[in-house]
């Protein structure tokens, strides 16, 4: 009935059913555990506008270090051998199963990860500082107060962009962001917690380092290679 499945929701172990029994290519656009077809778009982004091989980028996550798109990111630099930071609190480690496993990866393909709660160590050098939203879809909100006070310390500011020691370094971010009080959520987020931007500044979101819609694009591109690649007959 059906050339394709893209599966994007919340258990990882639906969309691996799926795999397993619909006899059709499954594409996972999201779940609570990855987020695959993103790190495609984050990585061609930063290789077209920092014009280096991937074994050449200094690749840094700040923030919640355990969601999916901190899991993927990591993943797809062990994968692809590059320099990877996780800069997060000790309390939003990933997984030792995830970290042990991307470290056995990236030491085969001549990269390298790091997980540090030191932002001066996690972000020097840094070609690319990425983050993502502090709370996930799905989450409740009984989160959100424990994540802020976590999290707060690890906002993408200048000074956190600044800390890198490299005038050419680049922001990305998956997007939606709460970079400023103009949407619903983050207008509520400020009459709650007296909070304006959360895990990015609107003046970095702003500014000429980011390149968060050139990574929007490029998401559909990225996802039409993939939908080539596996529906396609060569």
């Known amino acids: 009935m059906y050339d394709g499945i893209e599966y994007r929701g919340f258990s990882q172990r639906t969309v691996e059913t799926l795999a397993e029994y619909s006899g059709v290519p499954v594409w996972n656009g999201l779940t609570d555990e990855d987020h695959p077809t993103q790190v495609l778009a984050d990585f061609l982004t930063a290789k077209e506008v920092l014009k280096k091989d991937y074994a050449d980028i200094n690749f840094t996550y700040v923030g ?36 042990n496993r991307c470290k056995n990866i990236a030491a085969e393909n001549g990269g390298n990860i790091l997980i540090t709660d030191d932002i001066d160590q996690g972000v020097k050098g840094s070609d690319v500082i990425y983050t993502d939203v502090w709370v996930s879809m799905g989450e409740p909100d009984e989160v959100w107060k424990e994540r802020l006070e976590l999290l707060k310390p690890y906002q993408v500011n200048k000074e956190i962009m600044d800390k890198t020691g490299n005038p050419n370094v680049i922001f990305e971010h998956c997007l939606p962001s709460f970079h400023n009080a103009d949407t619903k959520i983050g207008q509520q987020i400020f009459e709650k917690y007296g909070i304006r931007e959360m895990e990015v500044t609107d003046e970095v979101f702003e500014s000429k380092a980011s390149v968060v819609f050139q990574e929007a694009e490029n998401r559909m591109h990225t996802i039409k290679a993939v939908m080539v690649a596996t529906l396609g007959e060569f």
């Open 64 to 99: 919640d270090g355990r969601n999916n798109v901190a899991n993927a990111l990591m993943q797809g630099a062990a994968i692809m051998g590059m320099n990877f930071h996780l800069v997060c609190p000790k309390e939003l480690n990933p997984t030792d199963e995830l970290l």
